[in-house]
């Protein structure tokens, strides 16, 4: 048997070249695959934390309640005036005066005023204004229903109830009945003797009787 030739230098230098090589590409390779991993992990981890993070917050901020003026505060908030609405202010005996005055135009007596006639015309007045019209009268016919302790006087008198609403004066309510079919009836009936009347908000209501 022939004994085996020695490797020469040359050829053994090349086998630990290219070993030496090899190891050093494997060792690049898995070193750059693991930085790759390392870096995508990182980078998860880094985007959940930032989610948390922003969630966390969201809920702190929603958490955290709205806040509402203070009863102080709210004393202190001035609001723009507002305009009250024109009133008409006149009383019941100065549109008495000028029903008197315009029953002697026309050449009949001047009503004598009666108490118990000023509790018919208070009682209308009242309900008139808490309706805020006119009720054609209907509260007037069905008064002594309502309230039998009235009854006498209506036994006692022969009486006839007129009402208006949205007069400006005295003198504009006598008016607007003197130009009422009807109505007229309480300037120049000279039957009616004694009467009353009660006005207020430019309602008014007048009592007559005989």
Request: charged fraction near 15%.
């Amino acid at each position: 048997m022939k004994p085996s030739r020695p490797e020469s230098l040359l050829l053994r230098a090349f086998k630990y070249l290219s070993l030496s090589v090899c190891s050093t590409c494997l060792f690049v390779f898995l070193y750059l695959t693991g930085y790759s991993t390392g870096t995508q992990v990182a980078t998860v981890n880094a985007i959940i934390s930032l989610q948390e993070s922003m969630g966390s917050t969201q809920k702190l901020a929603s958490s955290v309640p709205i806040p509402t003026q203070s009863p102080a505060t709210q004393r202190t908030v001035k609001h723009a005036p507002s305009i009250a609405p024109k009133t008409t202010v006149f009383s019941g005996p100065s549109v008495w005066a000028e029903v008197n005055k315009k029953r002697q135009s026309y050449g009949v007596s001047p009503l004598s005023q009666r108490d118990e006639l000023c509790t018919i015309a208070s009682i209308r007045l009242n309900e008139l204004l808490d309706l805020g019209n006119l009720d054609g009268h209907s509260g007037f016919a069905n008064l002594t229903e309502r309230r039998p302790d009235l009854k006498w006087i209506f036994e006692k008198y022969n009486i006839s109830e007129f009402l208006l609403m949205g007069a400006s004066s005295p003198l504009d309510a006598v008016e607007m009945w003197e130009n009422t079919l009807g109505h007229r009836k309480l300037l120049t009936g000279g039957e009616y003797v004694w009467g009353c009347v009660y006005a207020q908000n430019g309602f008014a209501v007048a009592i007559s009787a005989y």
